[in-house]
């Protein structure tokens, strides 16, 4: 293919990777020295990685979350004040109808811990705001 003052060309080969040979490549990936295949489900069942999740997510899930606003007043110094009755903070305060916050953040830390990453669906009332957080699985 030529473009322009450049000769391209393309090179094609084949692998000669059967399906098969790439799934168990990939099955490989999660093996260990062991031959025990380690999972974010199954990493819970040893007792010193579900004391650490726990501890981690227990800490993470009891910090205080607040919205605050920055104020500057005439001498140039800032402050934090808090919003209370901000739509953010009530959020936060009150997930979902069936989660307190502690739970909510246990869950997202415990699976951000196990699995990198959390998600959460915004459901959002028909005038657009946020009302609720969802955890969603990332498995």
Not at 92 to 100: C, D, E, F, G, M
Not at 122 to 128: A, D, E, F, N, V
Request: some cysteine; overall charge positive; hydrophobic content about 40%.
């Amino acid at each position: 293919m030529r473009i322009g003052p450049f000769n391209i060309t393309l090179a094609r080969r084949s692998s000669g990777m059967s399906i098969d040979v790439l799934l168990q490549r990939f099955e490989a990936l999660n093996q260990t020295a062991a031959g025990v295949a380690v999972t974010p489900e199954n990493c819970m069942r040893a007792p010193t990685v579900q004391a650490i999740v726990n501890a981690i997510s227990k800490r993470i899930a009891t910090l205080p979350v607040h919205v605050y606003r920055t104020e500057t007043d005439s001498r140039g110094r800032t402050a934090k004040i808090r919003q209370r009755d901000h739509a953010v903070e009530k959020l936060l305060r009150a997930p979902n109808p069936w989660q307190t916050s502690v739970n909510f953040w246990l869950d997202a830390t415990s699976w951000l811990v196990r699995y990198g990453n959390f998600y959460a669906w915004k459901g959002s009332g028909r005038s657009g705001p946020v009302r609720e957080l969802r955890p969603l699985h990332p498995g």
